[in-house]
């Protein structure tokens, strides 16, 4: 018995269409020694017959070292809290400490590291708004973290 697994992330520009897409698609089979199992019986694994070329394809192009630094942006919640709260628009500092509930130093180091990798930006002083990078990163983190339950 085998099952399909896609994700799909795609961002959208003003107009409707496609700015970037990313695209993950493969087959997941069941198997214990080399039969078919029920589900919840094991852990899923993916089992495709062109494996290697499929993770050939899929990491062609990767750049490990950027997506280290992004994730290490990504990997604490109170920048998810912080580019959560921008999802919905743009937000003072002020704003911001609410929504943390974080003092002005602690705020301050989270809205540097996301603004080294090139998340969110500030629109005036003081005023910060999510990158058409953040936006796509934080909704693919979600997506991630809603499939991964």
């Not at 950027?66 to 990997?75: I, Y």
């Not at 990078?133 to 997506?143: D, P």
Request: proline residues 4%.
């Amino acid at each position: 018995m085998g099952w399909g697994v896609r994700l799909v992330v795609r961002s959208l520009d003003g107009t409707g269409h496609d700015q970037r897409k990313v695209e993950l698609a493969g087959c997941v089979r069941h198997t214990v020694g080399g039969r078919s199992a029920p589900m919840g019986s094991m852990d899923v694994l993916p089992v495709c017959k062109k494996r290697e070329r499929t993770a050939r394809l899929i990491a062609r192009g990767a750049q490990p070292e950027q997506a280290a630094r992004l994730l290490a942006a990504l990997a604490h919640p109170q920048r998810i809290r912080i580019l959560l709260k921008l999802l919905g628009g743009e937000a003072t500092h002020r704003l911001l400490t609410k929504a943390t509930r974080l003092k002005a130093g602690p705020l301050y180091h989270h809205l540097s590291e996301l603004r080294a990798a090139g998340l969110i930006g500030p629109r005036v002083r003081d005023v910060y708004v999510l990158t058409s990078r953040g936006q796509r990163a934080i909704l693919a983190t979600l997506a991630f973290e809603r499939m991964c339950r």
